[in-house]
Every structure is written in C-alpha cells, then in structure tokens.
C-alpha cells in the first residue's frame, strides 16, 4: 500500500458520499458527524489497547479500521489526502521535538 492506494480509497469513499446512507455506511457516518466522532474515538481507543497488550493482529484491525474513519472525516469537511501528504513534507525538515514546539 502507498499513498496512490489511500488516493483512490479516498476516491472510492468520496462517490459514496452522495449515496442513500440507508445503502452506504460511509455516507451514514457522513451525515451523522457525532456518530463519526464517536467511531474515531472508539477506533483510536481500541487500537491503543491493542497495542498496549502488543497484539499486532489487533493492532493491523484497529489501523484499517482507524484509517477508514480518518479518510471519511476527511471527506466530509474537505480535506484531500494531499492536504495532509504536503503538511507532513513540511514536518519532515524538523525535528519531531522542534515542530512540537512550534505549535506552542
């Protein structure tokens, strides 16, 4: 997987925005922002258990599933994967500890 592969499952989710969300659970999670919130969170919760327990099955399930919900809320306020793809490019000419205190 590479960054073409998160453009077109961004491309793919994106068509679905518009689709009867009684057919489309990514145009559900769209119209409900509190339901996609509260997926996030779940996902991001689950995902650190799994890896406090170091289970790397659960990990890998908890990331796809993260992801999926990341890429809807990006869909639904407009953020393009470039968005974020040219917003780490600039991160990299720091240091992580640098860039953390930039934000300050």
């Known amino acids: 997987m590479n960054d073409k592969f998160i453009k077109e499952m961004f491309d793919d989710l994106r068509k679905r925005k518009s689709t009867n969300q009684n057919k489309s659970y990514t145009a559900h999670l769209i119209n409900n922002p509190e339901l996609l919130a509260k997926k996030i969170g779940e996902e991001s919760s689950e995902l650190i ?47 992580g500890f640098e860039e953390k205190n930039s934000r300050s």
């Open 49 to 95: 258990i799994d890896f406090i327990k170091k289970n790397k099955e659960g990990i890998i399930n908890e990331s796809a599933d993260l992801m999926y919900h990341l890429i809807v809320l990006w869909i639904s306020v407009g953020v393009d994967p470039q968005d974020i793809w040219k917003e780490l490019s600039n991160r990299k000419l720091k240091s």
